[in-house]
């Protein structure tokens, strides 16, 4: 095995690293070393003579070259940035996040002789950059520690005991047991179980698993093996569908549970189970990924971002809303990043009002939908799901000018969008907003980045 510490300059990365290597008898690797002993020159003269990318050029060439085994590995701040780094840094790996506040970083590096990133001050560039990597470092990490609340020698023994807990089969044994009582397929229940008791103990990167009730139909099972498989995560994907979210929530913090999925019906209530919930997610009002890093969990939403994504080239404009639920909060939470302005159109219209109050936004019911004043249209309504069929909207209602995109993703082809296509509209299907959150989820949950095309090809 090899052991990786990633973090913000002066979380200790080189000191407990030098520390671990002698407890386990194991080798030590500085990356900013093996970057200047290749450059035969320093850090600070490389950042000047050839700047930032020929220094990340030659950091991605010294991890691309690292032995697999044996060995601790302390990285440079910036590592994470390029999910290749992340990726060959994971592979046969454990993976420790090092952190610690801010003034504690900026005390340690004082002096240094490194180049700054930014005209900001110590003080303010250590800040920002360290708020822009936190979810990279913390999907990366299979363990993360604060050092500036602890020694060194302290550290050491975290990641000595948390490597022991994970090559015990035992440590999975309850939540095997806990597994077993819920509603899952026998092929994948095997699966499951091989893996999480295997001999050598817990997979390296960990648990991860979607939670819903019903959860049975969700398709994140089989994209995420299939995205570890093919980035070298040595992490199991299974789903927990079960009524009590307060038994799963428990179960989860016991087996220490890497990332969750949340689905229907847990998005609001699992926030009051996270430490802190990013500010996406709390201006939404939902929780759709969870990720825990050392004790500390994290809500965030990817909803939002599945929906504004395929939208990102579209102009701005006047964007309707039919439906007035957890998806039309994302949506219009997207539609209004993407700068447009926006009308949700319910049929109880109460709540529409209650989306537009919160958000500032226009509301009604669907008969005030104007088609020459709208440009972008969502269905964010069950309405021509399978089983269901129909449509928000005939043909006689939709435009040429207008995109129409259909959050409804069973089928993926509904009358809405047939209708649409053939008025001349852009169409965007809602497998497309199921791919877009995905690959931030796949992004948050091991900081690797993944082509939304691999995700398609997945789901085919
Ligand atoms: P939700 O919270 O139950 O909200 C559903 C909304 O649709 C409510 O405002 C409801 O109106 C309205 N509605 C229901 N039946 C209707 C009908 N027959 N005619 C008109 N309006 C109707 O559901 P949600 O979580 O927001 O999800 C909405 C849809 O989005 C889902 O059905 C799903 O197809 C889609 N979705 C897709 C993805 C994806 O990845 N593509 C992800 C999440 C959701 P009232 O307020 O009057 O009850």
Same mark, same amino acid.
């Given at each position: 095995m090899r052991i990786v510490l990633i973090g913000p300059r002066g979380s200790g990365k080189t000191t407990v690293g030098t520390l671990l290597a002698e407890a386990l008898d194991y080798g030590f690797i500085d990356t900013d070393q093996v970057v200047e002993e290749m450059a035969g020159i320093t850090i600070p003269a490389i950042f000047a003579d050839r700047g930032e990318s020929a220094f990340r050029d030659a950091e991605t060439e010294a991890i691309r070259t690292l032995p697999p085994d044996g060995v601790v590995v302390a990285t440079g701040?910036?590592?994470?940035?390029r999910s290749e780094n992340v990726q060959a840094l994971r592979t046969g790996s454990l993976t420790v996040f090092l952190d610690a506040e801010v003034p504690v970083l900026v005390a340690r590096i004082a002096g240094s002789n490194r180049p700054p990133l930014?005209?900001?001050s110590p003080a303010d560039e250590m800040a920002a950059v360290r708020t822009a990597r936190l979810p990279l470092y913390r999907g990366a990490a299979d363990l993360c520690i604060d050092t500036g609340l602890l020694p060194p020698e302290e550290a050491v023994r975290r990641i000595v005991a948390f490597i022991g807990e994970r090559q015990s089969p035992a440590f999975s044994r309850e939540f095997v047991a806990f597994l077993e009582q819920t509603e899952m397929e026998r092929h994948e229940w095997q699966t499951v179980r091989e893996c999480l008791l295997r001999p050598e103990g817990m997979p390296l990167h960990g648990l991860y698993a979607v939670i819903g009730n019903p959860c049975l139909h969700s398709r994140s099972p089989e994209l995420f093996t299939a995205l570890f498989a093919a980035s070298g995560v040595d992490g199991v994907y299974t789903r927990i569908e079960w009524p009590d979210l307060d038994t799963i929530m428990a179960q989860v913090r016991t087996a220490g549970v890497k990332g969750l999925s949340v689905t229907i019906p847990f998005k609001s209530d699992?926030?009051? &189970?996270?430490d802190e919930i990013t500010a996406d997610a709390r201006a939404i009002g939902a929780v759709n990924t969870v990720v825990r890093c050392g004790d500390h969990v994290v809500g965030t939403n990817t909803d939002w971002i599945g929906i504004r994504q395929p939208l990102l080239d579209t102009a701005s404009g006047n964007a309707v809303v039919f439906g007035a639920g957890g998806a039309a909060r994302a949506a219009v939470y997207a539609l209004q990043d993407l700068g447009m302005a926006v009308t949700v159109l319910n049929r109880t219209e109460e709540r529409a009002s209650g989306i537009a109050r919160h958000f500032g936004c226009g509301s009604g019911t669907?008969?005030? &939908?104007d088609p020459e004043g709208t440009d972008v249209i969502v269905n964010a309504t069950p309405v021509g799901m399978e089983g269901r069929g129909g449509s928000i909207l005939s043909a006689c209602d939709l435009r040429a000018h207008q995109t129409v995109f259909d959050l409804v993703y069973t089928p993926p082809d509904t009358h809405l969008l047939r209708e649409a296509r053939q008025a001349g509209c852009r169409c965007i299907p809602g497998t497309e907003m199921f791919v877009y959150q995905a690959q931030e989820q796949m992004r948050l949950f091991t900081g690797i980045a993944v082509d939304a095309a691999r995700i398609r090809e997945i789901l085919r």
């Open positions: 701040g910036g590592a994470v940035l930014t005209g900001l699992c926030m009051q &189970y996270c669907p008969d005030a &939908y």
